[in-house]
């Protein structure tokens, strides 16, 4: 997962970009992986976590499939799942500060 957080200046190097009232996610797609965001709301019984998918607000894929998909998300605990470097990733969104997160911290912010 290509991820940057950056203030002022847009940088290509993190894969989070502040924005007024939201972040700026940039995920990799790939034509091997189905790229997604994900807030995560809570637990659930049948799948482990109750998501609510986010749609991305801008798609830009090459013909070879390769490309990114940028989302706008405030704060809150999210699952991102991007091509096979990256997989399922977790990420808390608070204040502007963005965080990567192991499954098991993800799961601590939700007890």
Do not use: C
Request: hydrophobic residues 40%; charged residues 25%.
């Amino acid at each position: 997962m290509s991820l940057y957080l950056t203030k002022a200046e847009d940088s290509e190097a993190t894969g989070f970009r502040q924005m007024d009232a939201a972040i700026e996610i940039t995920l990799s797609v790939s034509p091997r992986a189905k790229t997604w965001l994900a807030e995560i709301l809570g637990l659930d019984q049948t799948y482990g976590l109750d998501r609510q998918f986010i749609a991305a607000t801008h798609w830009d894929v090459r013909r070879s499939g390769r490309g990114e998909a940028v989302y706008l998300v405030g704060d809150g605990l999210y699952e991102s799942n991007e091509d096979h470097r990256y997989g399922r990733r977790f990420w808390l969104v608070d204040g502007g500060q963005v965080t990567e997160l192991t499954r098991q911290e993800a799961l601590q912010f939700l007890h």
